[in-house]
């Protein structure tokens, strides 16, 4: 039986929700690194400390947030008030995090980042786990969720265009430094609850199709997500594509700054991997629909794992023109669908395991997933940073001038494009392992709704 398309509004609603949470996943990740060295003065070493210990919490913390965004499904038929919560204080987080006060001593101010982000990774898990778990309970379509996430992709690649480009230009338009950098998370910190609350707003006319009838226990829950191969696989696979692109962000202001002598140039950078998905993300959702999800993403991440390669070749020669630009721009279009795919398959594992079960568990498995995900995108800088520090990088505050050995910019070049190449090419074989295709899953939901 055809799926109901969902109407744009619905599309629109959801979608804008990736604005808010691009913004939050960007901006740390892009500057966060840079920000500790290269601002505050704290040693490459602690500074790989401060920006993985708060996502690490995410692990511990947001299984149980699924479990809560869950029983407030069963309870009250909505996970809506949780997208409030978290929108309205991630935010403050978010100003607190770029807020560390001029003159602070390293250590404070390595402290200060810390529980910032702590906080902060609460607040936006808050408002993920609950936010992923939706395209599972509001739709039934195989294909209808690849549209879904193709429009949240779109907006997703516009946010991380938004920021990533953004953040960079208001940091230099305010006079860079202490101040340079707490005016701009306060322009973004606005951004990021426009985006959070819109979605929450928007998506008040969103039905759920199913509402669980019963309410698992959290060890229940955790039991049948580890059971769930499809999940597992997927997510062993994201997650190790998600410290490859949080290296590779992570990396792109040292790049610019020690590899094209232009602090600047990680605004053309951000522009010439972002700015393709916009143009590109049709293309990956008609692929996903004719040639299948997996081989979809599977060409997705073999696009990006030959640009970064090519950059490594271009880096190696001092190319510092175009060259590096179009290659960027490259995996710009491999991590396109690298983002699409695996949030489209997602809740088709979620469906897959409930008509197994019988069990609907949506916050459940996007409470792990949530907590996969912060944890790649923490440990990716974390992974500069210590790579950074072996290289000898010499960190200095925001009114020094310090010149880096060669081996700390062959560092940075390692980071930007030996380090992503590496862990995309160790998801390969795990992405291969996925099996879960649109006849087995409507094999699955047949036998379920078939009369006993």
Not at 31 to 51: P, R
């Amino acid at each position: 039986m055809a799926t109901a398309r969902l109407d744009k509004g619905t599309y629109l609603g959801y979608a804008i929700g990736s604005v808010g949470t691009a913004g939050y996943a960007t901006v740390p990740g892009l500057l966060l690194a840079y920000y500790l060295t290269d601002v505050l003065g704290v040693a490459a070493g602690l500074a790989a400390l401060a920006v993985f210990v708060p996502k690490a919490w995410d692990v511990v913390i947001d299984p149980f947030l699924g479990h809560a965004s869950d029983r407030s499904v069963q309870r009250r038929g909505s996970r809506r008030p949780f997208l409030l919560a978290g929108g309205l204080t991630l935010p403050l987080c978010f100003v607190a995090i770029f807020g560390v006060p001029a003159g602070t001593p390293t250590t404070l101010a390595a402290l200060w980042v810390l529980v910032a982000y702590v906080l902060g990774a609460t607040a936006f898990s808050v408002f993920q786990i609950p936010y992923i778990a939706m395209p599972a309970e509001i739709t039934d379509g195989y294909d209808e969720r690849t549209r879904l996430m193709s429009w949240r992709v779109a907006f997703l690649a516009l946010g991380i265009l938004l920021f990533g480009a953004g953040a960079p230009a208001l940091r230099d338009a305010f006079g860079g430094g202490y101040g340079g950098y707490t005016l701009m998370a306060v322009v973004m910190g606005a951004l990021i609850a426009a985006g959070m609350l819109g979605c929450w707003w928007m998506m008040r006319r969103a039905r759920i199709l199913h509402r669980a009838e019963d309410e698992p226990s959290l060890r229940t829950q955790l039991t049948l997500v580890r059971g769930n191969r499809a999940f597992v696989v997927l997510l062993a696979t994201f997650f190790v594509q998600a410290l490859a692109t949080a290296s590779m962000l992570a990396a792109g202001q040292y790049y610019a700054t020690y590899v094209l002598d232009d602090e600047k140039a990680v605004t053309p950078l951000f522009l010439a991997l972002v700015g393709p998905s916009l143009l590109v993300m049709p293309m990956w959702a008609r692929i996903g629909i004719r040639a299948g999800k997996r081989t979809g993403f599977l060409a997705a991440s073999l696009l990006f794992l030959a640009g970064t390669v090519l950059l490594l070749v271009v880096s190696l020669a001092e190319v510092t023109g175009a060259a590096v630009f179009v290659l960027v721009a490259m995996c710009g279009i491999g991590y396109a669908g690298m983002q699409m795919f695996p949030l489209s398959m997602l809740p088709d594992t979620v469906s897959a395991a409930t008509a197994v079960s019988g069990k609907r568990s949506a916050g459940a498995y996007t409470g792990i997933w949530t907590a996969g995900e912060t944890t790649g995108f923490a440990l990716g800088p974390a992974l500069v940073l210590l790579l950074l520090a072996v290289m000898g990088f010499v960190s200095s505050t925001a009114d020094e001038q310090v010149a880096q050995p060669d081996s700390a910019v062959t560092g940075v070049i390692l980071a930007f494009t030996v380090l992503p190449s590496v862990l995309i090419a160790a998801s390969l074989p795990l992405l291969r392992r996925y099996d879960l295709t649109a006849e087995k899953l409507a094999d699955l939901t047949e036998t379920q709704e078939a009369p006993r």
